[in-house]
C-alpha cells in the first residue's frame, strides 16, 4: 500500500508543478522541516506520511482524495482476461499512470480484456489498462450441461468469471469427454437433457466422482424425483432461470467443502 500510496504521491507532486527528478527530495524536505531522509523515505514509499506532514502538503495544494483516487486506479484488480483465446482470471497490478508498461488489457465487448504487448514507446489506447505486472490464477474447472445453446452461451460466459469452463450440449458429450469426469471440480446439468435421464447421469456421475452436482429446472412437477438424487452426497438443485452470481458462490462454497 506505501508503494502505490507514494506513486500516487509524486503523481500528484508532478499535476502541481513540484520540482522534479533529484531535486524533488530537498524540496520537500524544506516544505515538510525535515533532513533530506524522511522526504526520500516517503517518496520511495518506505515511510509513512504523518499527520503533521499532510497538513503541510495540503497547502501546497495536494488532495488526498486525489491520491486515493489514483491508488484505486493502480491497486491490483481481479480481471478475466482473454489470453489465447481462453478466458482467464488473473490479478492485474496496473501501472503507474504516465509511466512505461510492457504490455495492455484491450477491453472486449463482451466485458472481459485481452492481454496485448507493447513496444517502446507505445501509447496506451482510450479502451486500454497499462499493466505493471500479472498474477494468473488458478480456477477450478466446471462443466455444464445444457442442450439449450442461448441458455448454455450465458451460462458459460457468467460461470467463465470464476471457473474455467466446459460445455456440453448433452450427456453424451460429457461422458465421452477425453480427459474424463474426475477432471471436474463441479457439475451443473440441466434436467431435461434430450439424450439421457438426468437421474441416470447424475447416477453415472456419482459412480465416478464425489464432485458436487447442481441440478437446473423450471419444470415444479420433478421435485420429488430431483429431492430423491439429493440423497446422494453434494446433489443440489437450483431453479431456473438461475442466478449466476448467486449460482457460481453456491457452487464456490461446495467445492470448498470438498477440499
Known sequence: MQL??????????????????????????K?????????????????????ESMAELRKLGVSFDRIMDRINRISPTSMTVMVNGELISVIVQRAVPGG???????????GSHSLVSLDPGDTLAEDEIGVQSLQFLARNTLA???????????????????????AFANAKSLLSHSAGLTRFKAFVIDW??????????????????????F???GNTEVSEQIAGLMDYSQVHHATKPADTLILSKRISSAIRLMA
Request: with cysteine.
Open 4 to 29: 502505490a500510496f507514494a506513486a500516487a504521491l509524486n503523481g500528484e507532486l508532478d499535476s502541481l508543478g513540484f520540482e522534479k527528478g533529484p531535486g524533488r527530495t530537498s524540496a520537500l524536505a
Open 31 to 51: 516544505v515538510l522541516g525535515m533532513t533530506r531522509t524522511q522526504p526520500y523515505r516517503i517518496l520511495k514509499g518506505l515511510s509513512a506520511l504523518s499527520t
Open 100 to 110: 512505461d508498461c510492457a504490455a495492455a488489457l484491450r477491453r472486449l465487448e463482451d
Open 144 to 166: 455444464i450441461v445444457e442442450d439449450i445453446k442461448t441458455e448454455r452461451d450465458l451460462l458459460q460466459r457468467a460461470m467463465s468469471n470464476s471457473f474455467k469452463v466446459v
Open 192 to 213: 431435461g437433457l434430450p439424450d439421457m435421464d438426468c437421474a441416470e447421469l447424475i447416477t453415472t456421475i456419482r459412480g465416478a466422482t464425489e464432485a458436487p452436482i
Open 215 to 217: 441440478i437446473l429446472t
